[in-house]
């Protein structure tokens, strides 16, 4: 074990030396050349700074302060910068989880590619141009003879990663440290990258470490899992032992996010919001094309679809952030104005929203207890005690103790506590409907659970209705009694969770299901060879 | 306090003479041994222990001079960046919320004020409505008031791009509330630093316009006209006219140290 990569006893430091804050501590990790080993944990568990650290780099601030890192025999705890710089790229490479911030935005992929191979003389300019369109080929980028000679821009986010990939391989290194490489990406989009990733590795015998919080995801690409939690390793297993009996609870804690599941809705519910024909445009561009939908009162209707399928534009429309070109919106009814600035303060309470990004959504300079009771006073016209009152009652609806918090600014927070303060902020209105946009994609699944829970228990509290917009398909099943799925503005599908789930109609949400990563090491062959022929349906039919 | 004991030695020299001028400036006529116009002997006198500084051009003190002068030209130069400063930023604020047409009417009209340099732009305007102090703070008001805009429209463009504001936007919340409470708080550090920039461009400006004979006139004391009225004694080697010129470029180093260290506290406390 271990005869590529050793690390023993890690450990990591940050900030002061007197009173320094672990980012790692006692890690081991071993590798043998040609094996994969899948890093998991949520964020700040200390994966990404571990598989820096088996590139004998830290990030500014971080030192090692203990432990060894053998590297084929270098001991790269120790290496000189120059050393290391000859290993980098040549050695061992790395493949970030944003391509697009990657690349130098100014030159071609292709003159990118042969950086590497240039600096480290293992070939001159004809040869690299040659290997990176074989690469290009093999990572089944398309058109693989002229994609090199494009800019980064001009390329999509998931050519782009593959292009990453390829050029990463441009010197045939021993190790890739691979650190989420498909966390931005579509899911359809994900299998062809991860697939293509999976058949280069193990093409050329390249060990791979794979970081991500996605256990779906890295059940497919690794040999071995290691678990990871505040900087400590917590468990590591082979793969198919790691899925099937996890030692450790927290292991099992993390297999169990997917557990969830709303109980199915009874009968029919009459239609709280509805949308006849809508249209809208971005400067002659149609984002929305006339679009059909009953929102029931007191259910959650999730809108899936990839990036660029208008989802996002519908709930603008709905909040009156855009108006709509063509048709109109009716609340129980009753025609809305198409700009917010029109709509009465009644249907302004009415809709609320909640967002993606809670570091956007909040104002960084309040505190928690300025964010909510504007809101409060704002709509519900409750001033002094009683204000406070009812600020102190959602913080204790979303669970978050008002003594702790209250006064806490809002950088203060954690991602998940401010979603918390988000969802608070958009309960002040005392809403009937609420939308919620991608709300937890910037999570953790841990902590993407808790909201989702919370989300459910205020439905059947407050029986409020919900429209979900997100493209991760189980967070649809855990959430959802009525599913839409939208492609290029328009709704292609709609129906109950189980009849979309169970018997989908369109080919497209055919594809759209398969690519929902599973938790079977054979999921993603079994979902490439699906993709295929289901973009075969799609263009014959 | 906690913040004070932070702050470099710089700062603190900055701080320390700032609060000295301000001081001196407040307290005047308690402090300077003699009065404003107040002639007092022959001119030029050399330095004594009656007239530490000697005595200007028409014999006047010049230690009491400078004291008053403090309060005159620093007194002005708060005056005057205060109101560049609430006005500029308030429209700028205002141009990045609204856009469209408003934002383009607001920038053309500050383009062409910043297309005339601003001393020649001074010097035309005071020629037509006439040097006096009022006049003098509104003109160099209105000249400064354009780079403020465009700085606080630029930084709030950032902001009102965030969801925040949306959100704010969507519950109803007027235009006041916006500008107020969720821009200017997440605008002000920059702001803050900037007018502290600010402060000494306007201040070495009015002390410019004065050497030049428009900004403050006579007999009133005033730093800048202090060393134009002096200047006959440089070409007997005597220091005398140099210190009002000191004075001016002390306080612009005092204020650059705090804005300096303000822009690092502002810039997020690393290191």
């Not at chain 1, 088996?54 to 890192?69: C, K, L, P, S, W």
């Not at chain 1, 290993?87 to 911030?101: E, K, N, T």
């Not at chain 1, 001033?383 to 003594?403: K, S, T, W």
């Amino acid at each position: 074990m271990g005869n590529l990569l050793t690390i023993r006893d890690l450990r990591l430091e940050a900030g002061p030396p007197r009173a320094p804050k672990v980012i790692l501590e006692g890690l081991d990790l071993d590798l043998d050349r040609g094996e994969v080993l899948g890093l998991v944990g949520e964020s700040g568990a200390g994966k990404s700074s571990a598989g820096l650290a088996a590139m004998g780099f830290t990030r500014d601030g971080v030192r090692i302060a203990g432990g060894g890192i053998q590297f084929d025999g270098i001991d790269l705890a120790r290496a000189s910068q120059g050393q290391l710089r000859r290993l980098h790229g040549r050695r061992i490479a790395y493949v970030a989880q944003s391509a697009a911030a990657s690349f130098n935005p100014a030159h071609r992929l292709i003159d990118q590619f042969a950086e590497g191979p240039l600096l480290h003389g293992t070939a001159d300019a004809g040869a690299a141009r040659d290997d990176a369109r074989a690469l290009y080929r093999q990572m089944q980028l398309p058109n693989p003879d002229q994609i090199g000679f494009r800019y980064p821009h001009e390329v999509s986010g998931g050519q782009l990663q593959r292009a990453m990939t390829a050029m990463a391989m441009a010197c045939r290194p021993d190790l890739i440290i691979f650190d989420e490489p498909t966390t931005a990406l579509d899911v359809t989009t994900q299998i062809e990258v991860l697939g293509a990733m999976r058949d280069i590795t193990e093409r050329y015998g390249t060990a791979a470490i794979y970081i991500t919080h996605d256990l779906a995801v890295v059940s497919q690409m690794a040999d071995r899992i290691t678990v990871m939690r505040h900087g400590r390793e917590v468990e590591t297993q082979p793969t198919q032992r790691m899925l099937e009996a996890p030692e450790e609870p927290y292991t099992r804690s993390l297999w169990a996010v997917r557990g969830i599941q709303k109980p199915a809705a009874t009968g029919s519910a009459p239609p709280l919001l509805t949308l006849e024909g809508a249209s809208a445009q971005y400067r002659g561009f149609k984002a929305l094309d006339g679009i059909d939908l009953a929102l029931a009162k007191g259910r959650t209707t999730a809108v899936v679809g990839e990036s660029g399928s208008g989802k996002s534009t519908l709930a603008k429309v709905i909040a009156g952030l855009m108006a709509p070109s063509e048709g109109r919106v009716l609340w129980e009814g009753a025609p809305l104005a198409g700009h917010h600035g029109k709509r009465d303060k009644r249907q302004l309470r009415d809709i609320q929203m909640i967002y993606q990004m809670a570091d956007t959504a909040l104002n960084p300079r309040h505190t928690v207890r300025e964010t909510l009771e504007r809101p409060v006073g704002f709509f519900t016209g409750l001033r002094g005690a009683a204000r406070r009152a009812r600020v102190r009652e959602l913080m204790e609806l979303i669970e978050l103790d008002p003594e702790e918090f209250l006064d806490r600014r809002i950088p203060e927070l954690s991602g998940g506590q401010k979603q918390r303060i988000g969802i608070a902020r958009a309960l002040a209105a005392e809403p009937r409907f609420i939308i919620c946009d991608e709300v937890t994609s910037a999570l953790d699944q841990i902590v993407a659970e808790g909201i989702l829970k919370l989300l459910i228990r205020l439905q059947e509290e407050l029986g409020l209705s919900y429209m979900f917009i997100t493209h991760d398909l189980a967070t649809v099943e855990a959430i959802a009694d009525e599913v839409v799925v939208m492609k290029d503005g328009q709704i292609i599908e709609a129906g109950a969770r189980a009849q979309i789930f169970e018997a989908p109609r369109q080919a497209y949400t055919r594809r759209l299901l398969a690519s929902v990563p599973q938790m079977d090491a054979g999921w993603l062959d079994r979902a490439r060879r699906d993709a295929a022929e289901a973009k075969s349906l799609e263009a014959a039919g | 306090m906690t913040v004070l004991r932070s702050a470099p030695p710089t700062a603190i020299f900055g701080l320390l003479v700032l609060s000295a001028t301000l001081l001196l400036g407040l307290f005047a006529p308690l402090v300077a041994p003699y009065g404003e116009t107040e002639i007092v002997g022959a001119e030029y006198l050399p330095w004594s222990a009656a007239h530490p500084l000697g005595t200007d051009n028409l014999g006047r003190d010049m230690l009491s001079r400078m004291i008053y002068g403090a309060r005159n030209t620093v007194g002005l130069a708060l005056l005057t960046t205060g109101i560049a400063f609430s006005i500029g930023a308030a429209l700028g604020m205002f141009a990045a919320l609204k856009g469209g047409w408003v934002d383009q009417a607001l920038s053309r009209m500050v383009d062409v004020v910043m297309a005339v340099p601003p001393l020649i732009l001074a010097l035309m305007l005071l020629a037509i409505i006439g040097p006096s102090i009022p006049n003098m703070v509104g003109v160099i008001a209105v000249i400064y008031l354009a780079p403020v805009f465009r700085l606080s429209r630029a930084a709030a463009m950032n902001v009102v791009a965030l969801d925040f504001i949306g959100a704010a936007q969507l519950r109803g919340e007027g235009t006041l509330w916006l500008l107020r409470r969720e821009i200017l708080p997440n605008i002000s550090s920059t702001l803050v630093a900037e007018a502290g920039l600010r402060f000494c461009f306007v201040f070495l400006f009015i002390a410019a316009l004065s050497f030049l004979g428009i900004g403050i006139q006579p007999p009133t004391a005033d730093w800048g006209s202090m060393v134009k009225e002096n200047a006959t004694l440089i070409t007997f080697g005597d220091v005398t006219p140099l210190i009002p010129a000191g004075a001016i470029a002390l306080l612009t180093v005092s204020i650059n140290f705090i804005v300096d260290w303000m822009l690092h506290r502002a810039s997020g406390l690393k290191s």
